[in-house]
């Protein structure tokens, strides 16, 4: 057998492995969250919809509801600014641009747990703690990536277009509103999504940042699951994270049917 072939054998059963690998506890959340007795083991289930009651409580669909909020919060505080900011850099002459994109992809990599703590103490100083607080945060840490996400979003239209405007006369907020913004939008749609899962599955931020336990997400109430202090009950918890998971399987599907349309303007203008 050709040395080629042996390695493209041996890629091949790798990427199986691991392909199973990764299949297997996702196996294992569907069966248990449908199985009545559910446990640590993947087994088939004893099919039952009574995790999925139990995962439905009240007190679960507040953290739900918490869990949107700070989505919503987090993706307006990240989206909202990093429009007219990607606009200026990419389409204004700004001294020092290029190192200030530089920096702002640094910020992009600095951790939050290095800052979380320092914002605690400014916060819970003045009884600011609140589920509103955390997620202006997490927005603020995730505006440096939407603004890299809009502003290449807006590089990829042609300025043509603009001046084609603004020959028409057409003043600045009406081309980025008319022009620029709706032909830029699978970015920024797609900015506004990473902000918006990154507040869905906070845990760090609303475990320091949130004093009262009514306004806990759903990231806090799956830990509880865990540390409880007594018996885990693996079908709730499955069932549970299923709920957890699908607002954003959901969401990512609608988004990636826009993006996957857009940047394209082949035939937007004339040669």
């Given at each position: 057998?050709?040395?080629?072939?042996?390695?493209?054998?041996g890629?091949t059963?790798g990427?199986?492995?691991?392909g199973?690998?990764?299949?297997?506890?996702?196996?294992?959340?569907?069966?248990a969250a449908?199985?009545a007795?559910?446990?640590?083991?993947?087994?088939?289930?004893n099919?039952?919809?009574?995790?999925f009651?139990a995962a439905g409580?009240?007190?679960?669909l507040?953290s739900?509801?918490?869990?949107?909020?700070?989505?919503?919060?987090?993706?307006?505080v990240?989206?909202i600014?990093?429009?007219p900011?990607?606009?200026a850099l990419?389409?204004?002459?700004?001294?020092?641009?290029?190192?200030?994109?530089v920096?702002?992809?640094?910020?992009?990599?600095?951790?939050i747990?290095?800052v979380?703590?320092?914002?605690?103490?400014f916060?819970?100083?003045?009884?600011f703690?609140s589920l509103v607080?955390?997620?202006?945060f997490?927005?603020v840490?995730?505006?440096p990536?939407?603004l890299?996400?809009?502003?290449?979003?807006?590089e990829?239209?042609p300025l043509?277009?603009?001046e084609s405007?603004?020959m028409?006369?057409?003043?600045?907020?009406q081309?980025?509103?008319?022009?620029?913004?709706?032909?830029?939008?699978?970015?920024?749609?797609?900015a506004?999504?990473?902000?918006f899962?990154?507040?869905?599955s906070?845990?760090?931020?609303?475990?320091?940042l949130?004093?009262?336990?009514?306004q806990?997400?759903?990231?806090?109430a799956?830990?509880?699951?865990?540390?409880?202090?007594g018996?885990i009950?693996y079908?709730n918890?499955?069932?549970?994270?299923l709920?957890y998971?699908?607002?954003?399987?959901?969401?990512?599907?609608?988004?990636?049917r826009?993006?996957?349309g857009?940047?394209?303007?082949?035939?937007?203008?004339?040669?």
């Open positions: 057998m050709a040395p080629e072939r042996k390695w493209s054998l890629a059963a990427l199986v492995v691991m199973v690998l990764f299949a297997l506890p996702l196996l294992w959340l569907v069966l449908f199985d007795n559910g446990n640590a083991f993947l087994r088939w289930p099919w039952s919809v009574t995790n009651v409580s009240s007190a679960n507040q739900f509801l918490a869990s949107l909020e700070l989505g919503l919060i987090s993706a307006a990240a989206t600014p990093a429009v900011a990607g606009y990419s389409r204004r002459r700004i001294p020092l641009k290029d190192s200030f994109m920096m702002v992809l640094f910020l992009t990599a600095v951790p747990a290095i979380v703590i320092p914002v605690y103490q916060l819970s100083q003045y009884g703690l607080s955390a997620g202006i997490i927005g840490t995730n505006l990536f939407a890299w996400l809009v502003r290449a979003a807006v990829s239209v043509d277009l603009e405007a603004l028409e006369r057409a003043r600045l907020w081309i980025i509103a008319r022009v620029t913004g709706p032909l830029a939008a699978p970015g920024i749609l797609a506004a999504f990473f902000a899962a990154a507040g869905w906070a845990f760090l931020v609303p475990l320091v949130v004093s009262a336990s009514s806990f997400p759903a990231g806090l799956l830990y509880g699951y865990i540390h409880s202090g018996l009950q079908g918890l499955a069932a549970f994270s709920l998971s699908l607002p954003v399987v959901i969401l990512y599907l609608i988004v990636s826009v993006i996957k857009g940047f394209a303007f082949g035939g937007a203008i004339r040669g």
